[in-house]
């Protein structure tokens, strides 16, 4: 069927599961907003999602990309077993996390009888993205889809049932927590269970690889989760909600971005390998032109949309942050440019760690300036600023480790369009400003 050939092609899939992921978080986020009666009562379930991801989603980023490469490069007897050590390390920090999710839940106002459902999410966040890898692994793009369409479409209709139902929050986590053990039982009866051998060389790989990523992924967003957090606790109800609903990255960009970056990190590896690596690179840029032809024109549209459209999806009460918004899909221009991915292919994560110290380093001292000279907006300029220079400490490494400077795999079209776009966001403001 033309369905089935279409989706056969695992990048392509893993690429619409992380939409389906990042749309449904979206979707929730604006249903809050439409439905709740005042902006306050949208803060509980914006703090629940920044909870969620400030606990859970820099070790989950580590284990299972760091996976991608290392699972290429195994035999078949190998790769059950990484598999089956990454499951199981995975549940022993997802426990880890439940309980830190109990300790904090106080911190962000939920009441204390949603905090054991909300614990069990905490742990079975894991088991839902490790499916997700794991059908990327075995090349089943189709279970892949369903499996993620399920829980992230459940996701949204149980956030939003204490708004539309009118049930108490605690329900509504009890019936995703049962969503969530129902998905956690699947994995884990089609995951081979061995014993667990920290000594295999695969796993020495893994663990080598996974540790530094994780921790960087950790350094790296941590400005953007202590800027959410400032936003929360110095902010007033209103703007902290206009932050928020601005602060929000062009879901596509970020996911394919993210993605292409995880599968490219395989398949560059592979290229090194077989020493074909200038063919790789060469196919590394080429991937990366497509999705700046793809994107740039696609942000300029929506910046120079961004007020009436904010102002129809959020409604009026939140006008002024599409200001922000515009900031946030600055972003594309760091975000299409990929020397992590060398890095990754490479097995050696340490420089991945050391960016994103510079970036933490960075993002500190810019939200506490920028947030007196221009209030929450200014907080946005100061993530922008902070990642983009991650990215080029990032190309200066991998000048520095292989000699490979940014034309080896960023085009100059991604030059073109970055100039053009800035461009066009120093006029909207000039406008706006008149």
Not at 273 to 295: I, V
Not at 335 to 343: A, E, H, K, N, W
Request: hydrophobic residues 55%; glycine residues 6%.
């Amino acid at each position: 069927m033309p369905f089935q050939r279409y989706f056969r092609q695992n990048e392509t899939a893993f690429q619409l599961v992380q939409l389906i992921r990042f749309g449904s978080l979206l979707m929730a986020s604006l249903g809050v907003a439409r439905l709740s009666a005042r902006p306050v009562d949208a803060k509980p379930w914006e703090s629940w999602f920044l909870i969620v991801s400030t606990f859970s989603f820099f070790w989950n980023t580590g284990m299972l990309d760091a996976l991608i490469p290392v699972h290429r490069n195994c035999d078949s007897e190998s790769k059950a077993a990484l598999v089956s050590a990454v499951f199981k390390w995975g549940n022993v920090f997802s426990v880890f996390t439940a309980v830190l999710v109990m300790v904090c839940c106080p911190i962000y106002e939920l009441p204390v009888h949603v905090k054991i459902p909300f614990a069990l999410l905490a742990f079975f966040n894991f088991s839902v993205l490790f499916g997700i890898y794991h059908y990327l692994l075995r090349n089943k793009p189709l279970e892949m889809l369903l499996f993620a369409s399920v829980w992230f479409m459940g996701l949204v209709f149980c956030l939003l049932l204490p708004l539309v139902a009118g049930i108490s929050l605690e329900v509504s986590f009890w019936i995703l927590s049962g969503l969530g053990a129902a998905c956690f039982f699947k994995i884990r009866s089609e995951v081979t269970v061995t014993a667990m051998d920290i000594n295999q060389p695969f796993f020495r790989e893994w663990a080598k690889n996974a540790a530094p990523l994780a921790i960087a992924t950790l350094v790296g967003g941590l400005g953007y989760y202590l800027s959410g957090i400032f936003a929360r606790d110095r902010l007033s109800d209103q703007e902290f909600l206009q932050y928020t609903y601005g602060a929000k990255e062009l879901p596509l960009v970020l996911l394919v971005a993210n993605t292409f970056s995880a599968y490219q990190s395989g398949e560059l590896a592979k290229g090194f390998r077989l020493e074909q690596g200038n063919r790789a690179l060469l196919f590394l840029r080429k991937k990366g032109t497509n999705l700046a032809h793809l994107f740039f024109p696609l942000c300029a549209i929506l910046m120079l949309a961004s007020q009436p459209l904010y102002n129809l999806v959020f409604g009026e009460k939140y006008e002024g942050a599409f200001r922000v918004f515009d900031v946030f899909l600055l972003l594309v221009i760091p975000r299409l440019t990929f020397p992590q991915v060398i890095f990754r292919a490479k097995g050696f994560s340490r420089p991945l760690l050391g960016a994103a110290l510079v970036e933490l380093l960075a993002v500190i001292p810019l939200i506490l300036l920028f947030v007196n000279l221009w209030g929450y907006h200014g907080i946005a300029v100061a993530i922008l600023l902070a990642f983009a220079i991650e990215k080029i400490t990032l190309a200066i490494l991998v000048m520095y480790y292989y000699g490979i400077p940014p034309s080896r795999y960023t085009s100059a079209i991604w030059l073109i369009y970055s100039g053009a776009f800035i461009a066009i966001y120093f006029l909207k403001l000039g406008w706006y400003a008149m």
